[in-house]
Every structure is written in C-alpha cells, then in structure tokens.
C-alpha cells in the first residue's frame, strides 16, 4: 500500500512540482517563517520606547501577539515535522492541478507597475495600457486572436473613460491627472 | 403608545412625491457606492450632504438616511456575485454567497440577502422606535473596559471559525493582527514598525486591505487556473419570487432573529461596526446549526445570518447618534454632520425640540427600507448578468475599479499600492492553504482591541480592575470558555484522526 502510495506521488511531482512541493512543505514553511517573523517582531518590540505613565506601553500588544505566534508557529513546525509521513500518505496525486504561474508572475508585474506608474503618468493613460495587458494575459490561449484583441481595446477604452468622467464629476473624485494637466 | 402616535403622523408628513423620489434616489445611489469595492456608504453620504443644504431638515436627513440604508446593503451584490465585499459590513457574506453563485443559485442568495437584510434592518427600526432612550442608557454604561471585552470575545471567534485546523487558522489571525500594529500605536503615537515610511504612519487602511485580500488575490487565483483553458461559465438557475419557499422562510427565522439581536446590539455600542456584527453573528449561526460543515460551502444560513445582523446594525448604530449624539463609525458621524447643517443638535434634548424629526427619520428608515427592497429585487435579474462576462474580462475591470475606490477611500496613491500587498498576501493563504476569514476578523478588531486596553487601563490603571466590571466580566469568561471547549474539541478530532490513520 505505502509503496503504491509513493508511486503515486513521485507521478504528481513530475505534472506539478511546485504543487507537490505546497502540499508536503507547506506547513513547515509557513511555521519556519511565523517563527521569523514574530521573532524579528519580538526584537524590534523591544526597541520601542517604553511609555512612561503606564505599565502598558506601545510595546506591550506586539510583545503578546509575538509570543502567541511564535508558540503556535513551533508548535505547528514541530507537529508538521512530527507527522510528515503520515501526511505525505494522506495526499492523493489526483488532486494536484496544473498551475499556470506564468500568467501569474505577469500579472503580478502587471499590476506592479500599473500602481507604480498611476501617479507619474496618470489615470487614463495607465489604466488603458495596464487594463488591455492584463485582458490579454489572462485571456486562454485560444482567445488571443485580432478579433478578441479589438473587442478588448474597445471595452478597455470605453471603461477607462467611463471610470474617469464618472468618477470626475459624478463622485467629485479626481483621479491623479499625470501628464495630461487639462481641466476637464 | 406615544410613540406609535407619532410614527403614524411622521409616515403621513413624509409621504409626498418629492420626498419619496428623493429617497428612491438616494437608496438607488447608495446602492450603486454600496456595490463598488472601495466606495463605502459614508462616502456616499459625504457626498449627498451639501445636496440637502437647500432642503427642508426633515427632507435633507431622509434623503441622507436613504443613501446610507442603500450604501450598507448594495454591499451583498459584489459580495455574492463577484466573491468581494463592497463594504466592509458584507465581509461574511462572501463565505457562503460566492459558493452559492458558483453552484448556480446567485438568484436565490440575493434573494435571501435582500429579503433578510431587509428585515433586519425593520427588525432594528423597530427597536430604535420603541426602546432608543432606554438602550442609550446601556451604551453609557460601556467603558472601554467592557469594549475590550466584546473585542477579545469577537477575537476567540476565530478559534471557533478555524476549527479542524486551529493553528493555522489562529496564525493567520495573528498575522491581521501584526498587520494593525504597523503605524502610530494608540493613545500614545509611538511610530511602530513604520520602517520610517511615513506612509505608513497611518496603517493600513481597512478597505484598501479588504480589496487586496478578496479581489486582488482572485485575479492572481484565476490566472493560475487559466493555463489549462478551463474557463468555467457559472450557471445561473432561475428562480420564481425571491427564490425560496415560504418553509424555507419559517425555517431562517429563529437564525434571523438571533442575528438580528446581534446586529442591534452591536450598533447601540458606538465603534464596533457592521462588520464585526456581521462576522459574530456568521459564527454563531455556524455554532448552532445543525449542519456547521455546510458553512463556507454556499449554506443559505450564513448568508441569512450576515444580512440580518450588518443591516440591524444601522438601527443599533442610531440609536446613540439620535439620542446621546455620539456618532459610533464613519457614516454616522457624517450624517451628525448633516444634523449640524440643518441647525438640529443630536442628543437628549432632539426628542423634545425636534420631534417630528426624529420620528420622520424613523418612518424614513422604514419606507428606505422597503424602497431598497423594491429596487433591488426588480434589479436582480440584471446584476446576475455580471455572471455571464467572461472572467478574463470582468477581473481586470474590477481591479482598476478596486485601484480607484482605494485611491477615493484617502486621496493616497499609497492606498492603491497597499492593495497590491495584500493581494499577494492572500494570494500566498491560497497556496499554503491559510483561511484568509482570521485574517480579515483580526484585522477588522485588532487595533480596536489594542485601544480599548490601553484607554481601560488609563482609566483604571490596572487589568485587574477590568474584572470590577460585571459586563467585561461575562464576555471576558465567555470568551475563556469557549476557546478552551474548542481548543479541547479540536485534540479530540486530530487524535481521533491519528487513530484512525494508524
């Protein structure tokens, strides 16, 4: 049984490492990594001036949240750690999907620069540029064609002028203007 | 009965056409800032104030209380259609409206949604009509020492809500958490954790942080899933009425009711809010129903639960506004603000000088009530249409909406660069597989928590004398137990689970 079971999972890694890798590491890293940082957390706590009317400085609440963490991280470090083999069983290849991170990595830069780039440039200039990026990245292979790629400008122009007026002069929420200085 | 007297003479003054067009208009603009991530409802009321400078008193306020009414429940339609909150209030909402929308019933939840919010929000009218001086007097009684209480009760939730996975569940939370200590630190400013950002002097705004968390990490969820093609249409089932049956009805009731409560209760304590009310009463109906797997699974219950409780609190919320003048979150104040324009001073005093006021807001409430009802149910069959556009469509556009309403929330391009941060963040839960509801719970409570403490012990100068104090006392032990009966319940499923798997 145990050895149909690793089977099974050295076929998953080779259709998804990086999956395989969430569902059996999972819970040690992110017990390592609470551990890091409610230390860290702990540490620059401690820095914090210590009031002076009061027993129950600025210093107190991340103090407490600190130790909590750091207990339940070890404790779901060491559980994890503890219990590997019996969870590496429980995981079934079938359940791991393919993940697309491609698609996620541009997105997140997508997104990266939109918000970087909104103040400098300016609403309407990089919500046009940003939206039609990110419709086409995560438009499916088979949709990527000129005729889906009008049809996405179109929308993306409409919208991002919609956005603006409406937000303009029907909310009195000025976007940041950017480059285009005009009073609308 | 005096009070009915002047309810009936306050519906008769109010019932005239421009009146009733004004607060149509008002709900259906509240609706439209209640359903946008990042517009909220008091930004929605900002908004309408100087529009009522030119009307009567009575006129301005109804209008006001039109818009807020509308603001707080258009939040359930992004909640369950698109699986992010327009306003904070209808957090909980997402739990179990988005599955809902997913297996097909989008019509049904938002029929329950805005037939329970609805009721919840008549349910606290009524309470505001009939019991508001009274109840003001219990307000008065909480000191930041019994607040500290129903936030540290609101925090054992979690431990409740991340059962079968309890330490991970109360990680997250502890992650909210750390979250709120970033900025000045209560009573005192201490910059804490500001990396000498003076950004982030502030903290983190709470809806940049909500839109991060539910919107942004979605679009990174879908981008994942989109490599295999499989773009999944969601079906739309359609429904006669409202979509569930007249059993169905009797069978929410005694969960509308207990919500309902919940929500009143929480209003009346100024500064708590519609969504702790709204996530309370989502983990209590899960306490005791039947059936707490379904909950999260699109279990009609949570969304009854929320809707009643986050609406019930806009009477709650009045309560203390109308009768001490103390405004309890953002929309109140503002429409304190309104009452300032108009030359009416909000407290004891309102009652006897301006009577027929008060009791015209009362039968506003309710006639807004019933408008929002009308307006959305007749509206339904448009908004489930959001459902038919292509997700690689819909997302992106819903993230520049989500960008703007952030950058609205403070005028901060910072705000905008937040959400991003926590989109990542969320998106990082979906892969190690964290709840993202502690998060978002803790985040909601902990600065409330921290402030509370503080301002109580300034006030009593120890902790010791919290427990003086016979309502802190209740919560407080309330909350002990119950996160030392879940914590027990939960060595009991893992080693009954260890058993089992040898």
Known sequence: ?184 | MQALGLLGNAFVSIMHPASILLMIAGVAIGIVFGSIPGLSASMAVALMLPLTFSMTPSLGMNTLVAVYIGGISGGLISAILLNMPGTASSIATTFDGYPMAKKGEAMKALGLGIVFSALGSIFSFLVLTFCAPLLADVALKFTPAENFGICFFALTMVAILSSGNMIRGLLAGMLGLMFTLIGMAPIDGTARFTFGNPNLMAGFDTLPTLIGIFAISDILITAEAMGNGKLETIPINKVKGFGFSMKEFVYHLPNFLRSALIGTGIGILPGIGGSTSGMLSYVTAKNMSKHPEEFGKGCPDGIVATESANNATIGGAMIPLLVLGIPGDGVTAMMLGGFLIHGLSAGPLLFVKNGDVVYGIFAACIICTLIMLVVEWTCIKGFVQVLKVPKHILLPLILVLCCVGAYATNNRIFDVQSILIFGVVGYLFHKFKLPTTPFVLCFLIGSMLETYLRRGIMQYKSFGAFFTRPIFDAFFFVAVGVLVWSVFKELKTFYAKKKALG
């Open chain 1, 1 to 184: 049984m145990k050895t149909l079971t690793k089977e099974e999972s050295s076929d998953g890694t080779e259709k998804g490492g990086t999956e395989m890798f969430f569902k059996k590491y999972g819970d040690i890293v992110v017990g390592i990594f609470f551990m890091a940082l409610s230390a860290v957390m702990m540490v620059m706590a401690q820095m914090l001036p210590k009031s002076k009317v009061m027993e129950v400085g600025p210093e107190f609440m991340p103090m407490v949240i600190g130790v909590i963490t750091f207990a339940l991280a070890a404790a779901l470090t060491f559980l994890s750690i503890k219990n590997f083999k019996m969870h590496n069983a429980e995981i079934k290849a079938d359940d791991i999907e393919d993940c697309d991170y491609k698609r996620v990595l541009e997105s997140v830069i997508l997104m990266l620069v939109y918000v970087f780039m909104m103040k400098p440039v300016g609403f309407i200039l990089s919500t046009l540029v940003f939206l039609f990026c990110q419709m086409m990245v995560l438009s499916p292979d088979d949709e990527r064609g000129k005729k889906q790629a009008i049809l996405l400008a179109v929308i993306d122009v409409v919208f991002t002028l919609v956005v603006f007026f409406l937000f303009r002069y029907g909310f009195k929420i000025v976007l940041p203007a950017g480059i285009f200085s005009i009073n609308l």
